[in-house]
């Protein structure tokens, strides 16, 4: 892999390259924006669903002691009075009074205005959930809010899923889902907005075993980053401190990421107790109790919380694969993405559109596209569609040139190598299938005979 060009990456850089192809634009923008909201355009759509079948995956599909579910965004308002969201789920906001712009107090370095230089007003707590009504009467009865995170769904439908799975525990329940803050400042691309996808699942353990657990997944999910090709050295682990806990939480490990502007949080795992289950039963007056078969006791389970917003995990994704190396007179750059994260996993490029190369190479493209995400591209130089795909992060090309309606061959291109390497036309989907499941492989169409290949061989 690369060597890490994380220095060489700015933010501005990183925002133009993915307005220009396709990856995330500003909401409204013909209306100027809205602040802390982003639309993923039709690179970027590809690219999230990824991120996040990739975590599916893991800890949903991949494992037999974790289900999934999908729960309402709008819920009874005493969820969140119960949850203590209502009371707790504030951040301390300071005014410019000069200005007047707002900022959150405990991101400030120095007590003044980050804008102007005024004088702030003294610290007051600003509940940062959406407020809306439910019906047609505004009245308070009616009051409802935006979800600020998906683990209340999960919680208040944890008896519903014991009796309908039948799981034992440890046991976890996942979901991936809209959320909303009403941030005091957003910034830094879609590192914070106001509206979000989180991913995160509550793993229900025994108490007693917390800890172990608690250690598991700082592991597991650390890992999960490394796999998918995150390096090393852009992450690291950070315990928040015992005064610094949320008020549901005995504990707390950050996984934090050297995004281009400095490190911050990328996940977080918490071990947040029973006492989401415990508010739970007090105040709907349900019991939360959950009972073991083999000691035939009766309680309420811990339960850790590894929580991610895909937003966050996209935006380190993006800054990690990213590459500039010299290309002649000009500059390469490249999203070395790992293979299941890849917007666009392969790309057709006829060398002309004359009609009889195109009909060929239309034909290629529509045999690939059942199998992958697949783009044809047939506008300027090749060299220029090389770097194109290469700017989207697309690991393969298939060039169709005037030899291949001869031949019947075809010229496969690797992204990271750039190396070249000839295949028969019929051999393509499955030496495709092979490479992209990280085989170096060339798969012949007769009798399913596999060669190794290297470099232009």
């Known amino acids: 892999m690369p060597e890490n060009t994380a220095g060489k990456l700015t933010m501005e850089k990183l925002v133009s390259l993915c307005q220009r192809r396709g990856f995330i634009f500003p909401s409204s923008d013909i209306y100027g924006g809205l602040s802390g909201c982003w639309d993923y355009g039709p690179v970027g759509i590809e690219f999230k669903r990824n991120v996040k079948e990739a975590?599916?995956?893991?800890?949903?599909?991949?494992?037999?002691?974790?289900?999934?579910?999908?729960?309402?965004?709008?819920?009874?308002?005493?969820?969140?009075?119960?949850?203590?969201?209502?009371?707790?789920f504030s951040d301390p906001l300071v005014e410019c009074k000069d200005c007047h712009l707002r900022w959150k107090a405990d991101e400030l370095t120095e007590n003044k205005c980050p804008s102007c230089g005024g004088a702030l007003t003294e610290e007051r707590m600003f509940n940062t959930m959406f407020k809306t009504f439910i019906g047609p009467v505004e009245e308070e009865a009616a009051v409802v809010y935006l979800r600020p995170e998906t683990a209340q769904g999960m919680f208040v439908n944890f008896q519903n899923i014991v009796n309908t799975s039948r799981k034992r525990l440890p046991f976890g329940i996942a979901q991936q889902g809209r959320a909303f803050r009403n941030e005091i400042t957003t910034g830094n691309f879609i590192f914070r907005s106001r509206e979000f996808e989180i991913m995160e699942f509550e793993y229900f353990v025994k108490p007693g075993t917390v800890e172990k657990w608690f250690d598991y997944w700082v592991e597991e999910r650390f890992n999960w980053y490394l796999k998918l090709g995150i390096k090393k050295e852009n992450l690291k682990l950070h315990q928040h401190p015992k005064e610094k806990l949320a008020h549901y939480a005995r504990n707390c490990t950050d996984i934090n990421y050297l995004f281009p502007h400095g490190w911050a949080e990328l996940e977080g795992i918490v071990n947040r107790t029973d006492f989401d289950l415990k508010q739970h039963a007090a105040a709907s007056g349900k019991s939360m109790e959950y009972f073991d078969d083999e000691t035939k006791e009766h309680y309420v389970p811990y339960v850790i919380e590894p929580s991610l917003g895909a937003d966050r995990a996209i935006l380190a994704f993006l800054c990690d694969a990213y590459e500039e190396e010299p290309d002649k007179d000009e500059i390469r750059v490249v999203f070395?993405?790992?293979?299941?994260?890849?917007?666009?996993?392969?790309?057709?490029?006829?060398?002309?559109?004359?009609?009889?190369?195109?009909?060929?190479?239309?034909?290629?493209?529509?045999?690939?596209?059942?199998?992958?995400?697949?783009?044809?591209?047939?506008?300027?130089?090749?060299?220029?569609?090389?770097?194109?795909?290469?700017?989207?992060?697309?690991?393969?090309?298939?060039?169709?040139?005037?030899?291949?309606?001869?031949?019947?061959?075809?010229?496969?291109?690797?992204?990271?190598?750039?190396?070249?390497?000839?295949?028969?036309?019929?051999?393509?989907?499955?030496?495709?299938?092979?490479?992209?499941?990280?085989?170096?492989l060339f798969v012949l169409p007769e009798g399913g005979k596999i060669w190794k290949q290297s470099g232009n061989d």
């Open 55 to 88: 975590w599916w995956r893991s800890i949903v599909q991949q494992r037999d002691d974790m289900v999934g579910v999908d729960t309402s965004i709008m819920m009874n308002s005493k969820v969140w009075e119960a949850s203590g969201h209502v009371t707790n």
């Open 336 to 440: 070395h993405f790992h293979p299941d994260l890849a917007p666009i996993k392969v790309a057709v490029l006829p060398l002309s559109r004359k009609e009889n190369l195109a009909a060929f190479a239309k034909d290629v493209y529509a045999n690939l596209r059942p199998c992958f995400t697949t783009q044809y591209d047939d506008t300027q130089s090749i060299g220029r569609r090389y770097r194109r795909q290469d700017e989207l992060g697309t690991p393969y090309c298939v060039t169709i040139d005037f030899q291949s309606l001869e031949d019947n061959m075809a010229t496969i291109r690797e992204r990271d190598s750039m190396n070249q390497i000839r295949v028969p036309v019929a051999a393509l989907k499955n030496t495709l299938l092979a490479k992209l499941s990280g085989e170096d």
